[in-house]
């Protein structure tokens, strides 16, 4: 059976929201180059970004060389898209600590087979650049009229918060790096989320009026929930990619969780299982006798093995196998010891836990926001200690609750867990 074309799989997985040309079709009959900007506006990455970063990765499979292109000049400055107020500026140090943190990220998220990747930072070109010389190379080449037209433009002109000529540049820096890179890279397609519309096709527009040859955007779709709210983040925070800022075993639990209306379109996105597939543990999900969570066990096994490698895949399963609520689930100081470097966790001296209430340790330890919240899971059934059942709201912690005098494990619902370690 014949290989389906990149952009017809693209479509049938949800991945394709808008595209410049259907030329690019054509286009991609032989090897290409493909790039998607990322502003280093954290140390990390988040769920969100998966999108993305899953593009490039298909078009890897596909036999074309993705670029992960890592804004360290664009970075100073911050894109408007989608947002209703003024990013805060970063200073230089934060700005290189994060680009060197995500440079590394994409050195290891793209698959081995197929073309190498190409990891690039924008302010190696843009840095070069003097105001007088953008202003007269560059900038002389955009018309404001369009400018102010677009989407990122327009709803925020006319706002309270307004919008700083800063920001407004931006979609220049971006439409200049496209036609740099096909200049001096031979890219020819820039991917991006829908929000990165009007960017894109600045940059196709630049480089045509700078006698370049064709050059394409692709835009994919935001990942959003069921109920229209963005994927990435959750009540704690944001759903980063890196370990150091989220364990392989909260990113896992967090997958878990995702609800069914959702499953099968993250399975699609963020997933290498072919469509085959997936329509069978979508239509296994009708059937009776379906455990709940399976499709999601598989969505977190997959996503979670693609972010952090087997190793970090073998490490949440280890921690959720391991702190399972249930008879069978005795826990020890010797799993627990064990699990403790792959699951959240915070060392507390023994005099600060034993003698207070459980409520009061919840929210010591950042389980849960406040008591009012501890008390309200406890009446729900839902407060853990040591994997079993919470149902005073005025337990306190004894001595006895001290697994080996070393950990006390507490959990809201069966899948948040915190362990404290006792010193």
């Known amino acids: 059976m014949s290989k389906k074309h990149l952009l017809d799989m693209l479509l049938e997985r949800g991945f394709i929201d808008q595209m410049t040309s259907e030329d690019l079709r054509s286009h991609l009959s032989t090897p290409r180059k493909v790039y998607v900007g990322f502003d280093p506006t954290a140390d990390s990455l988040h769920l969100g970004h998966l999108i993305p970063v899953m593009g490039l990765a298909w078009f890897q499979r596909y036999g074309h060389t993705p670029i992960a292109l890592v804004g360290g000049g664009t970075g100073l400055i911050g894109d408007p898209s989608g947002k209703s107020v003024e990013r805060n500026l970063l200073d230089e140090a934060t700005l290189q600590h994060n680009v060197q943190c995500l440079d590394q990220f994409f050195h290891q998220i793209f698959p081995q087979e197929g073309p190498r990747p190409v990891i690039l930072n924008n302010n190696d070109w843009l840095g ?94 935001l990942l959003t929930k069921s109920d229209g709210k963005k994927f990435g983040k959750s009540e704690e925070g944001a759903i980063w990619l890196s370990k150091e800022k989220l364990s392989p075993y909260q990113f896992y639990q967090y997958l878990v969780r995702i609800a069914d209306a959702d499953v099968i379109r993250m399975l699609k996105m963020l997933t290498f299982l072919d469509l085959e597939a997936i329509r069978a543990i979508e239509e296994s999900m009708t059937l009776p006798g379906y455990q709940p969570n399976t499709a999601q066990k598989r969505l977190a096994l997959e996503v979670t093995r693609f972010v952090h490698g087997e190793e970090g895949c073998e490490a949440a399963l280890r921690v959720t196998e391991g702190i399972a609520p249930g008879s069978e689930a005795k826990l020890s100081g010797e799993i627990l010891g064990q699990l403790a470097a792959d699951m ?79 010193f």
């Not at 096909?182 to 630049?206: C, K, L, P």
């Not at 330890?365 to 919470?390: D, F, H, Q, R, W």
């Open 344 to 422: 959240p966790h915070v060392e507390l001296r023994c005099d600060e836990v034993v003698g207070i209430k459980y409520v009061d340790l919840a929210v010591k330890i950042g389980l849960l926001p406040s008591k009012s919240e501890a008390v309200k899971l406890i009446k729900n059934g839902g407060a853990y200690l040591n994997n079993e059942k919470v149902s005073d709201v005025a337990q306190m912690i004894a001595e006895s609750d001290c697994i080996d005098q070393k950990f006390i494990l507490l959990g809201a619902g069966k899948k948040k867990k915190v362990l404290v370690m006792l």
């Open 128 to 221: 070069t650049f003097s105001l007088i010389e953008f202003l007269r190379d560059v900038a002389k080449h955009f018309r404001v009229g369009p400018m102010l037209a677009k989407d990122s433009v327009r709803s925020r002109i006319h706002s309270e918060e307004g919008m700083s000529f800063t920001e407004f540049s931006y979609q220049i820096l971006q439409a200049y790096d496209f036609a740099y890179l096909h200049r001096e890279r031979g890219v020819t397609i820039q991917m991006g989320a829908s929000d990165q519309w009007g960017n894109i096709t600045a940059g196709t527009e630049y480089n045509r009026k700078v006698g370049g040859e064709s050059i394409y955007g692709l835009t994919f779709p």
